[in-house]
């Protein structure tokens, strides 16, 4: 008897998860799925088809240890050449470099070669009268403090630019994910599944191995995605992690700049813009912060407490002689242009024009037009 009424049970589990799945629930897209659809962002880009799309998401390849280290890759509209994005338009006999490192959104994944940011600003600075060579030293997931790995790697040349351009990998994998150093070896990727609650932790491993043969799953599935993890829900840990976010950045800041006065080299650094910082948000925006797969519960909490203790260090820094830009309103007009935003921190070929544009105008503009 008991027997049977836990059978019973089961099946009524099942068939109540089975609605709630296919009739129910305002399912939600992944990432590639949804720039599948040619989102807004996407609308009017030539650009866009499916050998375009199979590249964006393909063309990753390498390893994680302390940074990430890409593969090599050809294609039509993506390549990677010596582990980095490749920008277009270079010029020969270059005078001068303006190096660039950051995280993903530098590195472009959501456009081809020839419009990236530092593809567009290589552009730029040659329309402007500048013989300069633009390189981009951009690879995913890398925060501050490993963009000085990065460019302690690269031989740097008396008279070199330097510009890191960070924020949000100091944000999302520090304070958000809750591994200090940020993504290396060992962390996960988007969602932090060992700072979940084991419930969510549970729920995620059942998910895995059942997903294809079960509905009650797939509602397993949806309670992990829109569960906000410890580090966001529990203050003490909260406080713990913007801490070490504020402090490894400033670290990085600090040890950028040293190692550019070493080399003769011109050190400037920008505060990166996301959708939260945006005072108004069209209802396409609004969709994205309303979807739990591109959204993870709790990260606007993350950037809302974060982004400013940022901002204030920077500032702080610059009183040691280090420059300081915060481009954080950089895209305040861009819905003159159409949608920019493809997540709450990518975005599109003219996001990237418009960043592109302010970074020129420092570059024209301040004491490093002058110097070589």
Known sequence: MILFSTLIALCLVESGSWVWVNMIRDNQLSRWEFRATQPEPYRNADYFNAQFLRESETFVNGRITDVVELEDFEGRYFNVQGGFRVTSDLPENAQRRVLLFGGSTLFGQEVPDHLTIASYLQRMLIDSGQLWSVHNYGLPGMNASQQVMIMSSIPLQSGDIVIFYHGVNDIYYVVFGGAAGGWKAGVPNFRPIQKLSPLAKWMSRWHNRLKHYSSTADVALDIFDRSTPLTISDQATLTKGLDSSVREFSLAIKNGYKLAQKSNVDFIHYLQPTIFEMTEKSSYEEGLLNNYLETPPGIDVAFDRGYPKLRD????????????????????????????????????????????????????????????
């Open 313 to 372: 260090v920077s500032a702080a820094l610059v009183s040691e002689g280090i420059s300081f830009s915060d481009l954080s309103d950089a895209l305040e007009g861009r819905h003159a242009h159409g949608e920019v935003f493809l997540d709450f921190c990518h975005i599109n070929h003219v996001g990237n024009r418009l960043i592109a544009e302010r970074i020129l105008d420092d570059l024209l503009t301040s004491p490093i037009h002058e110097r070589r």
